[in-house]
């Protein structure tokens, strides 16, 4: 399984700032530490070109972004401080989910080590998401003809609003958020599907819901590729979360879609969203069990790589 990273992925906050960077570099060292992904495994993005950004993202938002910089309003609703390293930062994460998604196509599986800022909307940004990495990657996509429908699994504990706004009128993707009802954005957007979990909700079921909706999601959705959004918030005690999921109930949940979207043959991505455990190293640990499963699958299931490369050659 190939995986985008990018040294740039992480960049400087103010102390005691919320959002947790370091869990990338830690990620990435943990999995290549484990065997999980090799040395050669890792593709190094990029920062994504101006034009891709401009197929979901409005001029003056890029403008700002690019340019002018943030107003203190604006800053505050994103959750973090503007600055180039920032905007950099998040054009090498948007190229990494482009790349991830391209790898996915050609292999079956792929991931991002970063990724799934799915609080961006066209023209702006807010809860520490800047671009909208998979609806740019899923646009690019469609203009490059490379697939004809998408399926975006959300099963971050906050609504994937940004990405629900975004593709609200476009029949060719389907949203699927399954998040904490009651937790951030106070004001849901509407995707094709959301199934909204009271507080304290465990594996049991959690789970449960989760295997009642995916089938049926995976058929309604049609899709050639599916971006899954593995945030791992839903975790008990998780800072910003209020469920209650165990270590064991998220690794189980991550079998549960690799499992499910690569039985019908569709493409997988895999993008990180959000975590916020008690340390940066416990984030990075639970982050590792997607990519453990999804390696686990990929190493069992040969052939579908081998269909997949090529169906993606035809």
């Given at each position: 399984m190939r995986c985008s990273y990018h040294p740039g992925y992480q960049v400087a906050?103010?102390?005691?700032?919320?959002?947790?960077?370091?869990?990338?570099?830690?990620?990435?060292?943990?999995?290549?530490?484990?065997g999980v992904l090799a040395a050669g495994d890792i593709l190094e993005p990029e920062p994504i070109r101006l034009d891709t950004l401009r197929l979901v993202h409005t001029g003056d938002y890029l403008d700002k972004?690019?340019?002018?910089?943030?107003?203190?309003?604006?800053?505050?609703?994103?959750?973090?401080?503007?600055?180039?390293?920032?905007?950099?930062?998040?054009?090498?994460?948007?190229?990494?989910?482009?790349?991830?998604?391209?790898?996915?196509?050609?292999?079956?599986?792929?991931?991002?080590?970063?990724?799934?800022?799915?609080?961006?909307?066209?023209?702006?940004?807010?809860?520490?998401?800047?671009?909208?990495?998979?609806?740019?990657?899923?646009?690019?996509?469609r203009a490059e003809g490379a697939i004809r429908r998408a399926l975006v699994i959300d099963l971050d504990?906050?609504?994937?609003?940004?990405?629900?706004?975004?593709?609200?009128?476009?029949?060719s993707v389907y949203t699927f958020s399954m998040h904490g009802e009651r937790n951030y954005p106070l004001?849901?957007?509407?995707?094709?599907?959301?199934?909204?979990?009271?507080?304290?909700?465990?594996?049991?079921?959690?789970?449960?819901?989760?295997?009642?909706?995916?089938?049926?999601?995976?058929?309604?959705?049609?899709a050639d590729i599916a971006f899954y959004l593995a945030g791992v918030d839903v975790a008990g005690g998780d800072r910003y979360g209020r469920l209650a999921l165990s270590e064991e109930g998220i690794r189980a949940r991550e079998a549960l879609v690799v499992d499910a979207v690569r039985r019908r043959g569709t493409a997988l991505s895999i993008m990180l969203a959000g975590g916020y455990a008690a340390t940066r190293a416990r984030t990075a640990e639970l982050h590792c069990h997607v990519?453990?499963?999804?390696?686990?699958?990929?190493?069992?299931?040969?052939?579908?790589?081998?269909?997949?490369?090529?169906?993606?050659?035809?």
């Open positions: 906050l103010s102390p005691g700032h919320p959002f947790p960077m370091s869990k990338y570099p830690l990620l990435k060292e943990r999995l290549l530490g484990e972004l690019s340019s002018r910089g943030l107003s203190p309003a604006e800053q505050r609703l994103l959750g973090m401080p503007w600055s180039e390293n920032l905007w950099t930062r998040s054009r090498l994460a948007c190229a990494g989910t482009l790349l991830a998604a391209r790898t996915a196509l050609a292999d079956g599986i792929a991931g991002n080590l970063a990724g799934g800022t799915h609080h961006a909307f066209a023209d702006h940004g807010e809860g520490f998401c800047v671009l909208n990495d998979v609806a740019v990657a899923i646009r690019a996509l504990v906050h609504q994937g609003n940004g990405t629900a706004s975004i593709f609200e009128a476009d029949a004001r849901k957007m509407r995707s094709n599907l959301d199934v909204g979990l009271k507080d304290g909700v465990a594996d049991a079921e959690y789970l449960d819901v989760l295997s009642r909706h995916l089938p049926a999601v995976l058929q309604a959705a049609d990519f453990r499963e999804a390696v686990g699958y990929a190493r069992a299931h040969p052939q579908a790589a081998r269909a997949q490369a090529a169906g993606a050659g035809q």
